[in-house]
């Protein structure tokens, strides 16, 4: 038994593997104009009128400028890791489909106990996977002239989740959950209570 690999955690690192590959697809980022953008904004839209408006033109840009003040920190766009982490992504794809078939390809082959060799590297994978989704969330990318804001969405927590939950599942316990763990546990307790043993 202890040579042996806890199904429940491969079951667990598979789960996760798979929360990690469908969150690339989800939002990352919220974007947001900062106060830089928005002063550039106004001035761009003053030259513009200035230069090819009249006065019916200027007066709406003026109103338009009063607008922009209040969008300074609201999100009007979010990005997915799909579309703002242009190598980012396929490396946390190929991390999740590889601990995918680690963790399920032990479990298919047999409903017996699994080795324990079976999904050993799936603790690397989340961790390489951990330490890229925390690299891309501590440190964003950011757009060139400062000009627009990110800030975190719910697809970056569900890709720190579900590395950890590969890597929850590589660690977990060998004999956590087996019912032949469970039973020898049980008759050791009645043992114990009573000082009888049942019979096999």
């Known amino acids: ?38 002063a550039f904004a106004q001035q761009v839209g003053e ?8 006065a019916a033109l200027q007066s709406q840009v003026a109103g338009l400028h009063a607008s922009l003040g209040t969008l300074a920190g609201h999100q009007f766009i979010a990005l997915s890791a799909h579309q703002a982490l242009k190598d980012m992504n396929v490396i946390l794809l190929v991390l999740a489909g590889l601990a995918v078939l680690d963790s399920l390809i032990p479990l298919a082959r ?7 060799g079976g999904g050993a ?14 690299y891309r969330m501590i440190h964003p990318p950011v757009p060139a002239g400062n000009l627009l804001a ?5 697809g970056a927590w569900l890709a720190l989740l579900g590395s950890l939950a590969m890597i929850a599942g590589g660690l977990w316990p060998r004999g956590l959950g087996s019912p032949e ?10 043992s ?8 096999g």
Do not use: D, H, K
């Not at 763990?181 to 009645?190: C, D, G, K, N, W």
């Not at 114990?192 to 019979?199: A, I, M, V």
């Open 150 to 154: 990110f800030s975190l969405r719910e």
């Open 192 to 199: 114990g209570l009573s000082g009888w043993t049942p019979q």
């Open 121 to 134: 590297s799936v603790v690397l994978l989340g961790s390489i996977a951990a330490i890229c989704v925390l």
């Open 181 to 190: 763990v469970s039973e020898s546990r049980a008759q050791a307790s009645l």
């Open 1 to 38: 038994m202890a040579g042996e690999r806890s199904r429940y955690g491969l079951l667990v690192s598979a789960l996760g593997a798979m929360v990690l590959a469908v969150s690339v697809f989800l939002p990352w980022y919220g974007v947001s104009l900062t106060a830089g953008g928005i």
């Open 47 to 54: 030259q513009v009128a200035s230069q090819f408006g009249n």
């Open 110 to 116: 047999s409903a017996s106990p699994v080795p324990a």
